[in-house]
């Protein structure tokens, strides 16, 4: 038994010797054949890098909400095409502070409920010595709870009291990035800031969070709601952070909000809600619902390139037949069976598919992983469809690789050495 194992094994590295040398002999012919699988590999594991490095950032960031935290907000964080839903989520009421605040007190099943309000466009930071920022920060209007759901984590100093937060006082909390910019070499807690010709103290800093799908978390000044109501008006919308009390109660958590949201916001029995409640798993959803057509299309189109590349392969292994026809002939003249003489042609086959399969993979992962640079997130490697894609070349390999190898391995090998 030992023995005939060790001649299977002996034969088989022998085939694969044999091709390699094969494949090494004809150079150009070989790199322009594998060169097709690669291209129809390399577009799939690319667009699945990249889809993978884009749901890593989602998931980094609606991480930073906390644990068992969802939120509301006027509108969904991906938006169709349609422009009948577009027109209707524009004519969406803002959600009102009034309404923020009735979830606060209604909710019986939330932990925290927070609150905030943003003011976008980009704003500078100046200081009295004249340091000042791009104008790019972002400020936001917070009450105490909203630090919580946030996940945001004081530094240094400290969170504003109730009594700060209750008279609108003019104190700030500034992310990293803002601090990097205007007090690169002194502590910023105690300073005094200008935004938008309002004077602010600076009481506290925010721990360093990074950057999310191309933007900066630490890019933003905290201010008190009410503060920011009086400087940029009441008629602003808001976004409703809630953290459940466990994650057994999130569900009910989730049902619980939006009962309580139809109800203030006057939302009719049998009418979809007039606001989105989103969580990690709902987002994660809604991205890959958002992009599966485009992922659909770049397999389709993958798959054509590699059924492309299969045929490329038989006929080069075709051509292979034919000007090895001599050499074939030696062979199965000195005692080569036609197992033999099949193995070695369906292994040239294999190693032309595999070889342009590694290199797709390889050029695949590497720009996907683009994205991981320009957006700041964690690199990623779609294990999966490494594996789909080598399983894919393999069959590929196989599938065009038989009918040569079955027409060289069925050669008279007098025939073949009269050929010329």
Request: charged content about 20%; overall charge neutral.
């Amino acid at each position: 038994m030992s023995q005939v194992i060790e001649t299977i094994v002996h034969e088989l590295r022998e085939s694969l010797t044999m091709a390699l040398v094969a494949l090494r002999v004809n150079k150009l012919r070989s790199i322009l054949t594998l060169l097709g699988i690669a291209v129809g590999v390399f577009s799939i594991i690319a667009v699945m890098t990249a889809m993978g490095v884009l749901i890593n950032g989602i998931e980094s960031g609606i991480s930073q909400l906390g644990a068992n935290t969802f939120q509301v907000q006027r509108t969904p964080n991906f938006h169709s095409g349609d422009p009948k839903e577009r027109a209707k989520i524009r004519k969406r009421k803002n959600i009102e502070y009034s309404q923020g605040l009735v979830v606060k007190d209604k909710s019986t099943l939330a932990k925290a409920v927070g609150l905030e309000a943003w003011v976008t466009g980009g704003k500078i930071v100046t200081t009295p010595t004249g340091q000042k920022t791009n104008p790019n920060v972002t400020i936001v209007g917070e009450d105490i709870e909203g630090f919580i759901t946030n996940n945001w984590i004081i530094n240094e100093g400290r969170l504003f009291t109730s009594n700060e937060l209750s008279s609108g006082r003019m104190v700030a909390i500034l992310g990293n990035q803002v601090i990097n910019k205007i007090f690169p070499k002194i502590d910023p807690v105690g300073q005094q800031i200008r935004i938008d010709g309002q004077e602010y103290q600076v009481i506290g800093t925010i721990e360093p969070k990074g950057g999310m799908l191309g933007g900066d978390q630490d890019n933003l000044v905290a201010i008190p709601l009410p503060t920011l109501f009086n400087v940029y008006g009441k008629d602003r919308d808001i976004h409703i952070m809630v953290q459940s009390t466990s994650r057994e109660t999130f569900d009910d958590c989730i049902e619980q909000v939006r009962g309580i949201l139809r109800t203030s916001r006057q939302v009719e029995p049998g009418e979809e809600d007039d606001f989105y409640v989103f969580s990690n798993d709902s987002m994660i959803e809604q991205f890959n619902d958002f992009t599966k057509y485009a992922r659909l299309g770049i397999m389709l189109i993958s798959a054509i390139a590699l059924i492309a590349a299969g045929v490329g392969i038989m006929n080069i292994m075709l051509v292979s037949v034919t000007e090895r026809t001599r050499e074939i002939g030696i062979r199965k003249a000195i005692g080569a069976r036609r197992n033999n003489i099949l193995t070695q042609f369906i292994f040239e086959a294999i190693v032309l598919s595999e070889l342009g399969g590694i290199i797709g993979i390889a050029i695949g992962i590497a720009s996907g992983n683009i994205l991981a640079i320009v957006f700041e997130v964690p690199p990623v490697i779609p294990w999966d469809w490494v594996v789909i894609g080598f399983l894919a070349c393999s069959l590929i390999g196989v599938t065009f690789g038989v009918y040569p190898a079955w027409k060289a391995s069925n050669l008279d090998p007098i025939e073949a050495l009269r050929y010329e």
